[in-house]
């Protein structure tokens, strides 16, 4: 299945164990069915979806401001195609690889779901560390631990810190399209030059704060600026969350809460189809702060390293990515020989 119109270059491959005998697509996209005794559908795929194939057709998009292909642009597409039992080895390589990747992958959403759970037992239901030996007392707008209060996000986060970032040189930038919407991970930053836009360091939150990126769920941590500085900069849609007398992993948990994000969303204003929330609005979400600093601390010692091997878990899925991508021309060239991939794998895994 290929994307046709407006966003063009993505591939899917329709299993042949799926729930369904027969499909629907829409008029955005075209599909492809191959002759199985010239084409293995596996290996199909991945050379569909390998960088240079999907290049070679975006070079070859029709119209300005949306793109697109047609039925005759996908037929005149080349197709390099080895022995059938070549194809195969191939296929089975680079689907190893996935299998690798979609192990990360579920790393990922456990630590993820660790640490926010963590979040909701201490901060939400009150069962941290010694509450059984801290009594519920009710207060005007709702029960709390004794000795908590009521308070407002700003008092544990700033919001929209003050960071330099030089105007001179080329430096990291986040688009917003490098935001996940599931995960606190940030997609490979581009370089740009100047300074215009949110600024931030490692270890800050980005908050989508436009529609409809905020109900998506786009929200990251920064990691991986380089050293020294570790300073960035990005879209202007981002509210850059820092934690101060909270920590890193209350930062982003904190941003994750439905609660937290249904007061951004109820703060939006402007044009319909490019409304925003307000940070100052954002910043004043009420929320039970604890009685001391030491709650907050235990809770950074245990969701932080959580936190950290998500990101370890990205740049590995990025390794593995990259590989897999640079397999394929190598192979079906026969610049490495399915043998020395089969090897490099085993050593990969």
């Known amino acids: 299945m290929f994307t046709c119109w407006g966003t063009i270059g993505q591939v899917g491959l329709i299993p042949q164990d799926g729930p369904f005998d027969h499909y629907v697509i829409s008029n955005k996209q075209l599909k492809l069915r191959v002759d199985t005794d010239i084409l293995d559908p596996l290996f199909a795929f991945y050379f569909f979806a390998a960088p240079e194939t999907v290049q070679y057709v975006r070079d070859r998009a029709i119209g300005s401001a949306v793109p697109g292909i047609n039925l005759g642009i996908l037929k005149a597409l080349p197709v390099l195609a080895p022995p059938l039992n070549t194809q195969r080895r191939i296929a089975s390589i680079l689907g190893a690889y996935d299998d690798l990747i979609e192990v990360n992958r579920r790393r990922v959403s456990v630590l993820e779901e660790m640490a926010r759970g963590l979040f909701e037992e201490w901060f939400v239901r009150f069962r941290f560390p010694g509450h059984e030996n801290v009594p519920i007392v009710d207060t005007p707008d709702g029960p709390l631990p004794e000795g908590w209060r009521w308070g407002r996000a700003k008092d544990l986060v700033d919001f929209d810190p003050k960071t330099k970032v030089p105007k001179d040189g080329d430096k990291p930038f986040v688009p917003m399209g490098q935001l996940d919407t599931t995960s606190s991970l940030i997609a490979p930053f581009e370089v740009r030059s100047g300074n215009s836009g949110a600024k931030f360091q490692n270890g800050d939150t980005l908050f989508a704060r436009i529609t409809p990126c905020l109900e998506n769920g786009k929200t990251g941590i920064v990691r991986g600026l380089p050293a ?33 994000r249904d007061h951004a969303r109820s703060s939006m204003s402007g044009a319909s189809g490019r409304q925003r929330a307000r940070t100052e609005s954002v910043a004043a979400f009420e929320l039970p702060v604890p009685l001391s600093d030491e709650t907050l601390e235990q809770f950074e010692t245990v969701a932080w390293p959580m936190l950290q091997q998500v990101g370890v878990s990205g740049e590995a899925n990025l390794r593995l990515a990259a590989s897999r991508d640079l397999l394929l021309p190598r192979l079906i060239s026969g610049q490495l020989s399915v043998e020395t991939a089969e090897r490099e794998l085993e050593a990969a895994a």
């Open 228 to 260: 020294p500085e570790g300073h960035g900069f990005g879209s202007t849609e981002f509210i850059v969350m820092r934690g101060s007398r909270a920590g890193p992993a209350f930062t982003y948990c904190l941003s994750r809460t439905r609660s937290f």
